[in-house]
Nanobody, 125 residues
Framework: QVQLVESGGGLVQAGGSLRLSCEAS????????MGWFRQAPGKEREFVASIGWSGHATYYADSVKGRSTISRDNAKNAVYLQMNSLKPEDTAVYYCAARRKLYGSGVSQYEYDYWGQGTQVAVSS
């Protein structure tokens, strides 16, 4: 069992930056593939970024590629999402997720086993 707690969301002006954090409970964090997803009001949850167990493999949605960086610190049981050059369309609740399956891009939300409660990101124009 893994429990995930996101933090770091908030209100920011367009062009600004935020760093989201996700802290995980449990001693086997390094064995999980991690992902970030987001859900805007009235829209489906969508993939943002994911990272393999070692941190070497990373994947990004086209909408955030070049503006965001996903990273993890297995010693701290944490995964991060640095978001720069934020746009109003980045406004959403951002969720952290963990997946036991270690390989693949992690784009599909249905492959994840554990989810956090989410953290709100609002970008004003």
């Amino acid at each position: 069992q893994v429990q995930l707690v996101e933090s770091g969301g908030g209100l920011v002006q367009a062009g600004g930056s935020l760093r989201l954090s996700c802290e995980a409970s449990g001693r086997t964090f390094s064995s999980y593939f991690m992902g970030w997803f987001r859900q805007a009001p009235g829209k489906e949850r969508e993939f943002v970024a994911s990272i393999g167990w070692s941190g070497h493999a990373t994947y990004y949605a086209d909408s955030v590629k070049g503006r965001s960086t996903i990273s993890r610190d297995n010693a701290k049981n944490a995964v991060y999402l640095q978001m720069n050059s934020l746009k109003p369309e980045d406004t959403a609740v951002y969720y952290c997720a963990a997946r036991r399956k270690l390989y693949g891009s992690g784009v599909s939300q249905y492959e994840y086993d554990y989810w956090g409660q989410g953290t709100q990101v609002a970008v004003s124009s």
